[in-house]
């Protein structure tokens, strides 16, 4: 391609209005100029609606408006060979008429991209880097909640474990976070205690190792005259990768776990996703999700052995489980330090795991409640 | 030359006699002698669920100063009043409250000879929260 060699003028009269790059709704504040009563109680009183901004008051708008026009020139010289010194686009702005200096269209042109920049990462994020959205790094610190209240089961599941109906609960949850290194658990999860490593994070994705138990130990009470004849099944340490992403309002999460305390040897995945809104100052959130559990683990938990076969127990040799679920619950904070939290969780479990003789439920289909007062700390 | 403004008695009678009317009428405007004024708000804290959200409240709003006047209730860092009383020494009003961060309340006071606006009092709505970034791990079992 031939450039003549005067300068070629590519673009010209690129008219921007001086509004900055922001998607943030305007907001107004509504004035009353009306003298209130003295005698008039609060309820009689003009109401104010004051609108939430974070932002700055716009003072530049209207001189924008009415200053006109930023002429951007782009021109390309066709000079020599490409050195470091030598800049083959020539950005040129006027303002008003007047021609910036390098100096300043330099720094016009470093806000203009920051600005860009962050109007993309407000787009995309929805909400900027604060609260949940948070970076990890940021983030070394922990948590503990102590709580109580009451929960409700419409059926059986894991004998020994599962409740049916109204009842009075407490729940301990405790998360903490120091250099990447954590350590969670919460007692209502069907998670146990959870240790782990955040090996990466970025804006959309979190990476983390985890170690951890997820099946508690079964017949190992030796007054239990029931399953005194059952081999003990013991809690099994499985250790894999957690991913969680976040894309946009929804976050997807997903795991693969390896049994390494060698029991059974097998494996189980999970992928859950969900979304918050919030409405006022009440958080609703809610998720669906499947797990799976592999034959190897299905096998060692809820079958039974020929050797264990009685008139209380027959023979069983489960196939591998996919269990659906789904969550909707509602948090409110009531104080800094004080939590209501109520939940509805749906579980539709697989036809392996209800038909086990360890299974007491019969129903595929559980539903289960909880509203809980928590203290947070 | 203010030797020369002052060389007959009749003319240093004159000046300090308008030097004390200008002191007197300093000191008896009320716009220009120290106002004392209180702006309550309440309640003083807002708290949100996670650092960063929208903390949603609705605050009384009520002040009383020692003179009537007009005063306007300013919200920080916005200029334009959100309420005004005219000619009041009190007066109270309700305000749906909604920021993510602590937001300042100024009561201004317009003195309408001067055109001058002085702030003779304020108050903050404090946003806080139950879980900070420090407490709550982004990647948990507990989404939500």
């Given amino acids: ?377 | 030359m203010f030797e020369n403004m002052i060389s007959n008695r009749g003319q240093l009678a004159k000046t300090i006699l308008a030097l004390f009317l200008g002191l007197a009428a300093a000191l008896l405007d009320p716009v220009h002698a120290e106002t004392t004024a209180q702006l309550d708000l309440s309640p003083e804290r807002c708290v949100a669920l996670n650092e960063g959200q929208t903390c949603y409240q609705t605050v009384l709003i009520s002040w009383q100063a020692d003179h009537p006047a007009d005063y306007c209730l300013v919200r920080e860092p916005q200029e334009a009043p959100l309420v005004c009383w005219e000619n009041r020494s009190h007066g109270k009003a309700k305000m749906e409250f909604a920021s993510s961060e602590t937001v300042t309340f100024r009561l201004r006071l317009t003195d309408k000879v001067s055109q001058r606006d002085i702030d003779v009092a304020e108050s903050a709505v404090i946003v806080t929260w139950v879980y900070s970034d420090t407490k709550r791990r982004r990647n948990s079992w507990r989404l939500f």
């Fill in chain 1, 1 to 377: 391609m031939t450039f003549s060699a005067k300068p070629l003028l590519l673009v010209s009269a690129i008219s921007l209005a001086s509004l900055p790059l922001s998607w943030a709704e305007d907001t107004d504040t509504h004035l009353n100029n009306d003298p209130i009563n003295e005698t008039e109680t609060v309820a009689d009183a003009p109401e104010i609606t004051v609108i939430a901004t974070d932002d700055e008051p716009d003072t530049d708008t209207e001189a924008g408006h009415e200053k006109g026009k930023i002429t951007v020139e782009f021109s390309i010289d066709e000079g020599e060979t490409d050195s470091d010194d030598d800049d083959d686009v020539k950005v040129t702005i006027k303002k008003n008429g007047r021609e910036l200096s390098q100096e300043e269209t330099d720094a016009e042109l470093e806000q203009w991209e920051q600005e860009i920049m962050e109007t993309l990462d407000g787009a995309f994020r929805g909400t900027p880097r604060k609260g949940i959205f948070a970076l990890q790094q940021d983030r070394d610190g922990g948590f503990a909640e102590l709580g109580f209240g009451l929960k409700y089961s419409d059926g059986l599941t894991m004998m020994r474990e599962g409740y049916e109906g109204l009842e009075f609960t407490t729940e301990f949850n405790i998360g903490i976070q120091l250099a990447g290194l954590f350590y969670e658990y919460f007692s209502a999860s069907d998670n146990r205690g959870l240790f782990g490593y955040n090996f990466y994070n970025s804006d959309w994705v979190g990476l983390d190792l985890i170690v951890g138990k997820e099946h508690y130990d079964f017949a190992d009470d030796k007054e239990d005259k029931l399953l005194l004849p059952i081999e003990v099944r013991h809690g099994d340490w499985t250790g894999g990768l957690r991913s969680t992403v976040y894309l946009g309002p929804l976050v997807v999460q997903g795991q693969v776990r390896r049994e390494i305390s060698d029991y059974h040897n097998g494996y189980t995945a999970s992928l859950q996703t969900g979304t918050n809104i919030q409405i006022k100052n009440l958080n609703i959130h809610g998720l669906v999700g499947a797990s799976y559990q592999s034959e190897e683990v299905m096998d060692y938990y809820y079958g039974v052995t020929a050797a264990e076969a009685s008139s209380n127990f027959a023979a069983y040799d489960p196939g591998e489980d996919i269990r659906y679920n789904a969550e909707i619950g509602a948090s409110y904070p009531m104080s800094k330090n004080w939590i209501l939290r109520g939940q509805v969780n749906y579980t539709q479990y697989s036809d392996d795991l209800v038909n086990s003789p360890f299974w007491d439920g019969d129903n595929t289909e559980h539903l289960s409640s909880r509203i809980m007062l928590l203290l947070v700390m």
